[in-house]
């Protein structure tokens, strides 16, 4: 079963534009991971934030951690082209600490017009 | 360095035949997990190998079968295949290691599109 959902289901923007997406999830987590996979094919590993920490960045990538909320979100700033794709959200359970099992959410489609 | 490498790429079998999909992983890593990723929808988890021994398991029937070879490299079996089994499957390593060397960014391979008919 899917742990949580990304929303919105797909997002369409102009490039240049940022991008946000949110996950949730239901059980208590060690760390949440955001993949992107292009047409349907391996997933890309984007950044992982742990449960102790609320924000984190990477290059044009924001993520934030709200713990009590059991939510997530993925900014991507000044969207390319390029990262037209699917982007999901993995969580590592807590209960499950050092098996590095991953649930993941049903995704966002994000599409960027040229 | 090489990623982690799945064949075949596309695979077509009928209805109650047997696959054999494999994986080779990350090099340095010492974990495979295999998920299954039905069209429109996210990955689900299969199961784990670590030291050749299925470590965690989710909601896959028996039919689901898989091996860890002792250069890390893992097979995904799926007997008496239904129409359900087709998918995207995805293996992923990681590496686990002792001494606090645990990673728990996972590395897919391109996966292979398993077509059911």
């Known amino acids: 079963s899917q742990q949580g959902e990304e929303d919105p289901q797909a997002l369409s923007i102009q490039e240049g534009e940022n991008a946000t997406m949110n996950c949730s999830y239901k059980t208590s987590i060690n760390n949440l991971q955001w993949y992107r996979q292009n047409s349907g094919r391996g997933l890309v590993h984007l950044i992982l934030i742990r449960s102790n920490e609320r924000e984190k960045h990477s290059g044009r990538l924001r993520v934030t951690l709200d713990t009590s909320k059991k939510s997530s979100s993925l900014l991507i700033t000044a969207s390319r082209a390029a990262d037209t794709a699917s982007y999901f959200c993995a969580t590592e359970d807590i209960s ?19 | 360095d090489a990623g982690v490498t799945q064949s ?19 090099s340095g890593h010492d974990t495979v ?62 590496l686990f290691g002792l001494s606090g060397t645990h990673q728990y960014e996972q590395y897919f391979g391109p996966g292979t599109r398993l077509t059911v008919t």
């Open chain 2, 33 to 94: 997990s295999w998920y299954q990723q039905a069209l429109g929808q996210g990955p689900q988890f299969i199961f784990q190998y670590y030291e050749e021994e299925e470590r965690q398991r989710g909601n896959f029937p028996d039919r689901f079968s898989g091996h860890q070879f002792p250069n890390y490299s893992s097979e995904l079996n799926v007997n008496a295949l239904l129409l359900g089994d087709s998918a995207l499957y995805l293996c992923a390593s990681s």
């Open chain 2, 8 to 26: 075949p790429t596309h695979l077509i079998k009928t209805r109650g035949q047997q696959v054999t999909l494999r994986c080779s992983p990350k």
């Open chain 1, 96 to 114: 499950n600490f050092g098996n590095e099992k991953l649930t993941f959410g049903t995704g966002t489609r994000l599409t960027i017009i040229p």
